[in-house]
């Protein structure tokens, strides 16, 4: 592949995405480490989501929105959205009131961890509301760059990245446990593997029991397809709710865990382990894991690595 595929990419990730983020700025693609000038061209780059066979497409008929007009008010006591987010936060009132988000639009952080309901399209609110972040799409600049030892990765951009910012959709294939099983196996034997299940804390409480749904973003997906694992992560996946009603079929969303530093490589964490959270209640220690983890050396090369991915979750099991 010459620099001529790497501006085919770019001018294709531009189009594929100019209707879901018409303000994002461009994806840069770049290559320090060897002559490779584009990762594999193996997949269609969007932002949206697939749904694989026997996965209900999301259901508008038991979603509800509000009647705000304009922006919606975090303090609001009829806000029908601020009821609904208040009802995730454990259903109990400790966190007051108010949405996921702070009004820069960035996740607050006591409340990081809990699923996100943003509005919808059913709601009155005007597109500014505070509410909408996710469905707004990027405003960080990202690359995907080249790594010495794990392949291509997810890079900050010039800019400071403020902790609780909103990265991307993990977007991609939703599948059900039949075929992310076949696929998982064929992964494994890769040994590079793009799927997620969508396993949350609270889905696993439901009093009903749902299927647990996977992502694979190998054959479709965007830039997060590209986020490497650390056993020190300064990203997270959160579930979140924008015109999807049925609980087991949130999107996989990434934002920042702490502040990231300008050209700073982005990782989230594969075991679903993150530091510091192990002993907090179980929301934060039930993050998604990825599909049949292939066990595999670890070179994510912070302090705290364990040096293959099963030690780390090991370490967890055994306190
Ligand atoms: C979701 S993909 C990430 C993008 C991948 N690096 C690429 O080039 O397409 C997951 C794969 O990246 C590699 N990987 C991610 N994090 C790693 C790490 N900390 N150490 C070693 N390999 C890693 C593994 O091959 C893993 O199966």
Not at 37 to 63: I, R
Not at 146 to 170: C, D, H, M, Q, S
Not at 207 to 232: I, M, Q, W
Request: hydrophobic fraction near 30%; proline fraction near 6%; glycine fraction near 8%.
């Amino acid at each position: 592949m010459s620099g001529g595929t790497r501006q085919i990419l770019s001018a294709h990730i531009a189009h594929n995405t100019r209707e879901d983020e018409p303000n994002a700025p461009p994806i840069e693609i770049l290559n320090k480490v060897d002559n490779d000038p584009a990762p594999p061209w193996e997949f269609w780059y969007t932002n949206q989501m697939y749904h694989g066979p026997g996965v209900p497409l999301p259901d508008g008929s038991k979603m509800k929105g509000c009647d705000c007009v304009g922006k919606c008010d975090p303090r609001s006591k009829t806000c029908q959205c601020v009821a609904r987010q208040r009802v995730f936060f454990d259903g109990t009132d400790d966190h007051g009131l108010g949405f996921i988000y702070d009004k820069q639009r960035r996740l607050r952080p006591l409340l990081a961890g809990y699923a996100i309901w943003e509005c919808n399209d059913l709601c009155g609110c005007d597109e500014d509301c505070m509410n909408r972040v996710v469905q707004r799409g990027r405003t960080v600049q990202v690359s995907i760059q080249k790594t010495e030892n794990k392949g291509w990765g997810v890079f900050a951009g010039p800019k400071k990245i403020p902790r609780g910012t909103f990265l991307g959709v993990y977007a991609g294939e939703i599948l059900n446990e039949e075929d992310s099983h076949v696929r998982g196996q064929v992964y494994e034997k890769w040994g590079r593997t793009y799927l997620f299940d969508i396993d949350f804390y609270y889905l696993e409480r439901l009093e009903k029991k749902e299927p647990v749904y996977t992502v694979d973003a190998y054959h479709a997906g965007n830039f997060t397809r590209f986020l490497n694992h650390s056993c020190d992560p300064n990203a997270k996946l959160y579930a979140c709710y924008i015109n999807e009603s049925y609980i087991a079929k949130p999107l996989l969303v990434v934002f920042s865990l702490r502040d990231i530093e300008p050209h700073e490589e982005i990782c989230f964490s594969y075991t679903g382990i993150y530091p510091g959270e192990e002993d907090d209640d179980d929301r934060d220690a039930e993050a998604p894991a990825i599909k049949r983890a292939e066990w595999k050396k670890c070179y994510c090369g912070s302090a705290n690595c364990c040096g293959e991915w099963i030690r780390c979750v090991l370490k967890l099991e055994r306190g």
